[in-house]
T-cell receptor, first 114, second 116 residues
Framework: EPEVTQTPSHQVTQMGQEVILRCVPI?????FYWYRQILGQKVEFLVS????????KSEIFDDQFSVERPDGSNFTLKIRSTKLEDSAMYFC????????????FGQGTRLTVV | AQKVTQAQTEISVVEKEDVTLDCVYE???????LFWYKQPPSGELVFLIR??????QNEISGRYSWNFQKSTSSFNFTITASQVVDSAVYFC?????????????FGTGTRLTVIP
């Protein structure tokens, strides 16, 4: 069964450092998403991406964040200068259509900022 | 504005008991989708079900069943004869279509613990 894969599963980084979270979406999917879950809280939408550009983003997704699809298979989330409050589980998802009606989530990357 | 409320923060049941997880949603859209996801201790999000706003038929999948009632804006999830492997956090989520939104709004989750 096709799946979304994320690497690494856990990343520890120092405050102020740049971090890149990687995702490989399902191969024929066209829409890609990042979500965040601060420990013990709900899952929150960050950004959606289609046709090599951001289609929608939340208030959380400020200038410290960026996304790109560098090589047609990977989908990355970059945090330029990490803060302690960026510590969370980050989920990548992909879907075939824009209505996220059948979005598949990756297993998540746990980011710990120290 | 969209809102998903899961009033039950934590539930504990003894194995083989039935348990219902509540979800109440709020939307002005007439076309929307409702979802349930399971998050086991390993952390991943597992898709369980999707329902669109025009389909109020209840659904059963093995020990799982879902009761969608537009009149009360609820989409409740029942696990019959619970098992220890059902222990997880369960999230209800809403996606609106009419507003062009293409993302999910999650509730705060219900942590289910099934005691052997």
């Amino acid at each position: 069964e096709p799946e979304v894969t994320q690497t690494p599963s856990h990343q520890v980084t120092q405050m102020g450092q740049e971090v890149i979270l990687r995702c490989v979406p399902i191969s024929n999917h066209l829409y890609f998403y990042w979500y965040r879950q601060i420990l013990g809280q709900k899952v929150e939408f960050l950004v959606s991406f289609y046709n090599n550009e951001i289609s929608e983003k939340s208030e959380i997704f400020d200038d410290q964040f960026s996304v790109e699809r560098p090589d047609g298979s990977n989908f990355t989330l970059k945090i330029r200068s990490t803060k302690l409050e960026d510590s969370a589980m980050y989920f990548c998802a992909s879907s075939l259509d824009r209505r996220i009606t059948e979005a598949f989530f990756g297993q998540g990357t746990r980011l710990t900022v120290v | 504005a969209q809102k998903v409320t899961q009033a039950q923060t934590e539930i504990s049941v003894v194995e083989k008991e039935d348990v219902t997880l509540d979800c109440v949603y709020e939307t002005r859209d007439t076309t929307y989708y409702l979802f349930w996801y399971k998050q086991p201790p390993s952390g991943e999000l597992v898709f369980l079900i999707r329902r669109n706003s025009f389909d109020e038929q209840n659904e059963i999948s093995g020990r799982y069943s879902w009761n969608f009632q537009k009149s009360t804006s609820s989409f409740n999830f029942t696990i019959t004869a619970s098992q220890v492997v059902d222990s997880a956090v369960y999230f209800c989520a809403l996606s609106e279509r009419g507003a062009g939104a293409n993302n999910l709004f999650f509730g705060t989750g219900t942590r289910l613990t099934v005691i052997p």
